[in-house]
């Protein structure tokens, strides 16, 4: 079974650009995650997708970030324009549904802004 | 609100020594609890998990936790520490029965393992 992918998986920008991340969940799973990682820190949730409907996006940054799910499969996590301070992992994670549902976890994108 | 605290954000122990990775979390209702571990530039990937049952969880790896209420704790051990468990490791709580299922990570622990 594929796992969670992610692409890229490294992006260099410099501050005020725009960048896309781009995360296909597992087939089938209904749930998806963003997950914002800050060095040093545990991930913290931006966004949650239930199919193409959006569950909790509170603590997304909506005034620069945005995100998509339009079929309710693979998802676009995007940033414009990009701050120094958005620097960080960006992790996609499916579930089969919410609750309880183990999250497994695409390898992230790298984020650096300049 | 809920929320995890690590205790110890490095850890270093001998190969074939205890690993005890400490993890207190807060929560107003009955937690769903997880472990993950996080290698290298690589993604998180789950270890074990409590969703009520047994309060002694066995995971991957040969790691182990147990859910403690009275001391709001959820510790990870393992008997004997291999080279390959060096990572970064991440305790994460959602709420039991809850309609959306986000985790809240705490910070992680570093584990080191010197031969």
């Given amino acids: 079974e594929a796992g969670v992918a992610q692409s890229p998986r490294y992006k260099i920008i410099e501050k005020r650009q725009s960048v896309a991340f781009w995360c296909n969940p597992i087939s089938g799973h209904a749930t998806l995650y963003w997950y914002q990682q800050i060095l040093g820190q545990g991930p913290k949730l931006l966004i949650q997708f239930q199919n193409n409907g959006v569950v909790d996006d509170s603590q997304l940054p909506k005034d620069r970030f945005s995100a998509e799910r339009l079929k309710g499969v693979d998802s676009t996590l995007k940033i414009q324009p990009a701050k120094l301070e958005d620097s960080a992992v960006y992790l996609c994670a499916s579930s089969l549904g919410q609750g309880s549902g183990t999250q497994y976890f695409g390898p992230g994108t790298r984020l650096l802004v300049l | ?115």
């Fill in chain 2, 1 to 115: 609100a809920q929320s995890v605290t690590q205790l110890g954000s490095h850890v270093s122990v001998s190969e074939g020594a205890l690993v005890l990775l400490r993890c207190n979390y807060s929560s107003s209702v009955p937690p769903y609890l997880f472990w993950y571990v996080q290698y290298p530039n690589q993604g998180l990937q789950l270890l074990l998990k409590y969703t009520s049952a047994a309060t002694l969880v066995k995971g991957i790896n040969g790691f182990e936790a147990e859910f403690k209420k009275s001391e709001t704790s959820f510790h990870l051990t393992k008997p004997s520490a291999h080279m390959s468990d060096a990572a970064e490791y991440f305790c994460a709580v959602t709420m039991r029965g809850g309609s959306q299922g986000n985790l809240i990570f705490g910070k992680g622990t570093k584990l080191s393992v010197k031969p």
